[in-house]
């Protein structure tokens, strides 16, 4: 099992609607979990940190699942300006102490 | 917030020649430095963590004579290409994240590289 998987899409979805999509992490001692966009040619940003309890930025809301070892990103009223690579990024904190990267998701807002 | 810059932001050089890359961390200080690269529709790829002070530590597949790595001080880390070909073109991004926010504080990138050797 690869330590940190996504759909890497393409997910085309119409500008208004709510797309969601999940990251599955395999190293269960995982302990920071984070979302990042990437627009195209250009660096990796941060959209938001993901906390047990979950967490809500606007139209944007992180959820961190232990038990099942994922997470998820939901995305509700959908602008064009979404259209983005999603990634997702988990801090191992073992011995390595590696950020392991997804290799993304790929979100298009069709209008 | 913490910013990390890079620079410079593109380069073309000829084959054969050497390309230095400079990574900073503008309002914090940055033991560790992370050094990608991003090939075309592919994911990022972590080559190597700088430490300030002592040598990098490379991915296995990444050679560390041809891709030298330097972090002389707590602010800056430099990538230098040496011999570049032009399948080192790639987009090169560095990394860092502020220790003020804890063990668990997100990484901030540098605005990239993108190189292409001719």
């Known amino acids: 099992r690869k330590e940190v998987e996504q759909d890497p899409g393409p997910f085309n979805v119409p500008e208004g609607a709510t797309v969601a999509f999940n990251c599955t992490y395999s190293n269960s001692a995982s302990q920071s979990f984070f979302w990042y966009r990437q627009d195209c040619r250009k660096e990796p940003k941060l959209l938001m940190s993901v906390y047990s309890s979950g967490n809500e930025d606007g139209r944007f809301t992180a959820q961190l699942n232990r038990a099942s070892q994922y997470i998820s990103l939901l995305i509700r009223d959908s602008k064009l300006s979404d259209s983005a690579t999603y990634l997702c990024?988990?801090?191992?904190?073992?011995?390595?102490?590696?950020?392991?990267f997804g290799k993304g998701t790929r979100l298009h807002i069709l209008p | 917030g913490a910013v990390v810059s890079q620079h410079p932001s593109w380069v073309i050089c000829k084959s054969g020649t050497s390309v230095k890359i400079e990574c900073r961390s503008l309002d914090f200080q940055a033991t560790t430095m992370f050094w990608y690269r991003q090939f075309p529709k592919q994911s990022l790829m972590l080559m190597a963590t700088s430490n300030e002070g002592s040598k990098a530590t490379y991915e296995q597949g990444v050679e560390k004579d041809k891709f030298l790595i330097n972090h002389a001080s707590l602010t800056l880390s430099t990538l230098t290409v040496t011999s570049a070909h032009p399948e080192d073109s790639s987009f090169y991004i560095c990394s860092a994240s502020d220790p003020r926010t804890g063990n668990n504080s997100p990484l901030h990138f540098g605005n990239g590289t993108r190189l292409t050797v001719t």
């Open positions: 990024v988990v801090n191992s904190m073992n011995r390595d102490d590696k950020i392991i």
